[in-house]
């Protein structure tokens, strides 16, 4: 029987300078999952998911609510028989307006969805509440067989932020949290620690007529989930150090620098795998000064479950040579050093925020700058056009007030996160051009 998946460890040269104090070297740990989705015999796995929809006064713009509701019938059409579904809806209150029993019959989640505007539950955005009702129904039908979510739709900010962090953290090992936030008037730092802190997906939704599209590439997404629970664990030989950690894929943001015990050790939630999606994180390490030849660098495993077949761990170990030939240490991996850039470009577009935030306009333009020209570089043209986008109203309006600013920014952010997979021959491309 072939293996569930790929895990290997990559780094951005295989030559360390041996005479170098502080040599900098890339490490992509990286898993894929094989396969066409759900579970170990290749049938999927059975959804168990609490749909939160915000009902505030706010949602009745742009036909936000009509389109809400079309995307949950589109979710309610497409369900298997053991699938389940339950329904929250939220303003200063919240009511579970579908349980999971009554999610297979059409005409009681056409009732529930049609009836959302009859609701007393006023004008807010209690969001927690919602949330917490939302994990109460999915803890009814709780297994490890099945993909267990909160999907959080909202278009504004919410009150008791730190109650919904607080409900992420309490209920993460066991339910996934994907948020989509509509509009310009939600805090979008909030959804995407929601999603990022429970490996979940975080979706920025400009026009609302995106909204059943989004909702139907979620459903697509659970569906090819293949491996359950994913996390790498790396052991640092002795002298190895840390600077940056960055979730590299499928989306890009950063991981923070971890404590490293005495043990040496530091692990990465990765969370449920998608088949042929890989699932990965790109390390910043810092070598010491040693004597010419072979040297192992870190040692890694891949923790996972197989639905229905129980745990299992892939590992790899990752050895580079000490040379004194500076001409060794220049030849670079080319799929890591691209994983590298778009690092580096996400973080040149996160450093331009702040310092528009701040009100320092021409910094933040040649940051932007500096993150335009590597995107063209690399030749992602979404990135490179959302990114001048935002430029140019920059340009237009020298301020981050306005809706259009805003829009174009929050575009932007979505754009440059999500990780730009390489077919073969563009990494081809790239390797030459190293």
Not at 81 to 92: L, T
Not at 146 to 161: A, C, I, K, S
Not at 304 to 309: D, F, L, Q, S, V
Not at 347 to 359: D, T, V
Request: proline fraction near 3%; charge should be negative.
């Amino acid at each position: 029987m072939a293996d569930p998946l790929s895990f290997e460890a990559l780094a951005s040269s295989e030559h360390v300078l041996s005479s170098a104090e502080n040599f900098v070297l890339y490490v992509l740990l990286e898993a894929v999952a094989r396969g066409k989705g759900g579970g170990g015999g290749g049938s999927r796995l059975p959804l168990n998911l609490g749909v939160v929809i915000d009902r505030s006064g706010s949602m009745y713009d742009e036909r936000r609510l009509e389109f809400v509701v079309e995307a949950v019938k589109f979710l309610a059409d497409h369900l298997n028989s053991d699938d389940k579904v339950s329904i929250v809806v939220f303003a200063d209150k919240a009511k579970v307006i579908l349980n999971s029993d009554s999610s297979h019959d059409k005409s009681t989640v056409l009732k529930a969805l049609d009836d959302i505007d009859l609701l007393e539950i006023g004008g807010g955005t209690q969001m927690a509440l919602g949330m917490r009702a939302a994990i109460d129904e999915v803890k009814k039908n709780l297994s490890s067989d099945r993909l267990n979510r909160v999907l959080v739709l909202t278009d504004g900010q919410t009150y008791e932020e730190t109650a919904c962090i607080d409900l992420v953290e309490k209920n993460r090992d066991q339910i996934s949290f994907s948020t989509m936030g509509v509009g310009v008037e939600f805090n979008e730092k909030l959804l995407q620690r929601l999603a990022q802190d429970s490996n979940g997906k975080y979706h920025f939704i400009g026009d609302p007529a995106e909204i059943p599209t989004i909702f139907e590439d979620e459903l697509e997404g659970l569906r090819a989930v293949t491996l359950r629970n994913g996390r790498i664990e790396v052991t640092l030989s002795q002298g190895v150090q840390v600077r940056e950690a960055f979730r590299a894929s499928p989306e890009i943001y950063v991981l923070g620098t971890p404590m490293v015990g005495e043990d040496r050790k530091i692990a990465y939630e990765i969370g449920d795998l998608q088949a042929g999606v890989p699932g990965s994180v790109l390390l910043t390490l810092v070598l010491p000064p040693r004597k010419p030849g072979q040297v192992r660098i870190l040692q890694s495993n891949f923790h996972y479950e197989i639905p229905g077949a129980g745990e299992a761990t892939a590992s790899c170990d990752l050895a580079v040579d000490y040379t004194l030939d500076r001409t060794l240490t220049s030849k670079r991996n080319g799929r890591v050093m691209n994983l590298v850039d778009q690092v580096s470009i996400a973080k040149l577009q996160s450093k331009a925020e702040e310092e528009l935030k701040a009100g320092n306009i021409d910094r933040a333009t040649r940051l932007l700058g500096n993150a335009l020209q590597g995107t063209q570089r690399m030749g992602n043209v979404k990135a490179t056009q959302a990114l001048a986008g935002l430029m140019d109203q920059i340009k237009k309006t020298q301020t981050l007030q306005t809706k259009a600013a805003k829009t174009t920014l929050l575009q932007a952010q979505a754009v440059v996160r999500k990780t730009q997979m390489l077919d073969p021959e563009a990494l081809k491309d790239f390797q030459k051009a190293e």
